[in-house]
């Protein structure tokens, strides 16, 4: 079961330069569980030591903010795509 | 419709459907921000800062007004400032549309630009730091300032109430979020069953270019609890719905229009709104601020959507 993740260029140090990384796990937090392993302080940069998601940082799962879906136990399937970007602001 | 000034022009814009994109058993309207008097939605934020900081006294005649911005609350805050006789600085990102800087040249806007790498939150962090050394300019700071969502609470959110009384969900784009938390906290006053969406415009790497997640921006005036959902588009997906917008509706609308319509579209399911359901769509601004992008222009959308990436649309 193989989950792409597009990572920004701020969080890039912890994939050896790499843009997108794959991973497993049937929610957000095995997956972010399943990337630490090979990719060291990726969790603590989205995640604080309470599971919640930094509030600097959003991940989507198939383009939606995981805050609106289930937070860091967002359930996930075989194919989905998650995306990690910093917040930024218009106007 | 007889207005005593240009800013008394603001607003009552246009709630238009869109008989050929709704898909079926929704309806999509299109509420038309690109007919504010300089042509996008923050024309009814910049009446609101310059009016409140008025009547607060912050703000007095000669007085020098600084905000950052990508383009649209300069060009607004321009409008209102220069018949009354403020000075105004713009402090915006470089990889901004063409038609922005020479609006805010004609308008006597001084600009000073941030660096394109950091996007909106650069100009923000300039702002910041030029307002902080110089005691006699006045920073309206809509990431921050209540008059932001206020102008859409007063103004956006009741026009919807008052031409669709059956609204079922409101999707707009996330700038600042005053569109969002504003005119979505009034419908939601109004009947709590309405859906609030937002559309988060997506750039390609150049624009996150943070250097650590501190430099991360939240605007405070964004309430994220008035959100049933936030969808991020990126430049191709926000360019084809624009186009369509164009071909099916005949309705001429910037880049980020095309972007809370895609949204629109994907929360037409009966497992997100009940079929039946009436749509409206927050279009901040027409299309003619993009045409320098090459947005419009003949060739190859992917090819186009690659190039556009990296400047700023919403």
Not at chain 1, 22 to 44: C, I, K, Y
Not at chain 2, 184 to 189: A, D, F, I, N, T
Request: with cysteine.
């Amino acid at each position: 079961m193989a989950i792409e993740v597009r990572v920004p260029t701020v969080l890039r140090k912890h994939t050896g330069g790499e843009r997108k990384v794959t991973g497993s796990g049937a929610t957000l937090r095995e997956l972010v569980d399943d990337l630490e392993t090979r990719n060291a302080g990726l969790r603590g940069a989205l995640v604080g030591d309470d599971g919640s998601l930094h509030r600097f940082i959003n991940v989507y799962v198939n383009d939606e903010d995981v805050r609106y879906l289930g937070g860091i136990n967002t359930p996930l399937d075989d194919g989905d795509s998650v995306s990690i970007l910093p917040a930024v602001a218009g106007g | 419709m007889l207005a005593g000034d240009i800013s008394q022009a603001v607003g009552d814009t246009p709630l238009v459907g869109l008989p050929s994109l709704s898909p079926p058993g929704y309806a999509l309207y299109l509420k038309l921000e690109g007919h504010n008097p300089t042509g996008s939605v923050k024309d009814r934020v910049a009446k609101y800062l310059i009016e409140s900081a008025e009547r607060d006294g912050r703000l007095t005649p000669g007085s020098r007004v600084l905000e950052p911005t990508s383009g649209n609350t300069g060009i607004a805050l321009a409008a209102i400032c220069a018949p009354k006789g403020y000075k105004l600085t713009c402090v915006m990102p470089r990889n901004t549309s063409e038609e922005r800087r020479a609006l805010l040249a004609l308008y006597g806007a001084d600009i000073v630009f941030s660096p394109a790498s950091e996007g909106s939150n650069g100009a923000v962090r300039v702002a910041t730091e030029l307002a902080a050394d110089d005691p006699d300019v006045y920073m309206p700071f809509q990431y921050g300032n209540p008059a932001n969502p206020q102008a859409h609470y007063e103004t956006t959110g009741p026009e919807i109430l008052r031409d669709l009384p059956t609204v079922n969900a409101l999707v707009a784009g996330l700038g600042t979020g005053g569109t969002l938390t504003g005119a979505g906290r009034r419908l939601k006053e109004h009947d709590p069953a309405i859906k609030v969406f937002a559309a988060e415009p997506e750039y390609g790497d150049l624009v996150y270019g943070l250097r650590n997640l501190d430099e991360g921006f939240v605007p405070p005036v964004f309430d994220e609890r008035v959100l049933d959902g936030r969808i991020k588009i990126d430049s191709r997906k926000a360019l084809g719905a624009t186009r369509d917008l164009v071909a099916a509706e005949g309705v001429f609308a910037g880049v980020s229009t095309g972007a809370a319509l895609a949204v629109a579209l994907r929360v037409c399911t009966p497992r997100r709104l009940p079929e039946g359901s009436n749509v409206v769509v927050v279009s901040p601004d027409g299309g003619w601020k993009y045409l320098s992008t090459g947005a419009y222009a003949a060739g190859d959308l992917e090819e186009i959507a690659a190039r556009l990436q990296d400047t700023l649309w919403a």
